[in-house]
T-cell receptor
């Protein structure tokens, strides 16, 4: 099992729709979790941290399920500007090793 | 303003030459990381360092070397032993594991080896 796995893309979604991504991780001792956004040929940028209780930031909601070892990202009322690759990131908890998923590409269609 | 600086943005080298990529941060972060990204692929961890004068291999360390002589600097050398060095290299830093803090990235260096 890969350390961090994400839904394969691309997701082609009409503007205004709701879209959800999942990400699974293999190490139950993993300590912290993040979602990053990466635009073409740019560096990744932090979208949001993922907390055990779940957290929301505007149209974005992140959730963590430790029992099933996955995190999710929900985007409501999607905008054209949401088109990007979304990266799941996990701090493995040993030696501070931080691993990225391969990313899910999202295309918002007008 | 605090941040991470990678230089140069674009780098071209001939096969067989070693090349060193610079990464400097003024965020006072303890941990620093080097990732490699190939077209259409995710980020793969090359090396990381939690503290000065200490570093660990990531998943693809072969053909690379690093040093961490100063807290703010974590240069990466791509040696001639690296079979496919052409890629987008990203440096990042964080407060460290005790803070469970996210990574902050530099703008990256695109290395092309011909």
């Amino acid at each position: 099992r890969k350390e961090v796995e994400q839904d394969p893309g691309p997701f082609n979604v009409p503007e205004g729709a709701t879209v959800a991504f999942n990400c699974t991780y293999s190490n139950s001792a993993s300590q912290s979790f993040f979602w990053y956004r990466q635009d073409c040929r740019k560096e990744p940028k932090l979208l949001m941290s993922v907390y055990s209780s779940g957290n929301e930031d505007g149209r974005f909601t992140a959730q963590l399920n430790r029992a099933s070892q996955y995190i999710s990202l929900l985007i409501r009322d999607s905008k054209l500007s949401d088109s990007a690759t979304y990266l799941c990131v996990v701090n493995m908890g040993r030696d501070d090793k931080i691993i990225f998923g391969k990313g899910t590409r999202l295309h918002i269609l007008p | 303003d605090g941040g991470i600086t990678q230089s140069p943005k674009y780098l071209f080298r001939k096969e067989g030459q070693n090349v060193t990529l610079s990464c400097e941060q003024n965020l006072n972060h303890d941990a620093m990381y080097w990732y490699r990204q190939d077209p259409g692929q995710g980020l793969r961890l090359i090396y990381y360092s939690q503290i000065v004068n200490d570093f660990q291999k990531g998943d693809i360390a072969e053909g690379y070397s690093v040093s961490r002589e100063k807290k703010e600097s974590f240069p990466l050398t791509v040696t001639s032993a690296q079979k496919n060095p052409t890629a987008f290299y990203l440096c990042a830093s964080s407060l460290g594991s005790s803070y469970n803090s996210p990574l902050h990235f530099g703008n990256g260096t695109r290395l092309t080896v011909t």
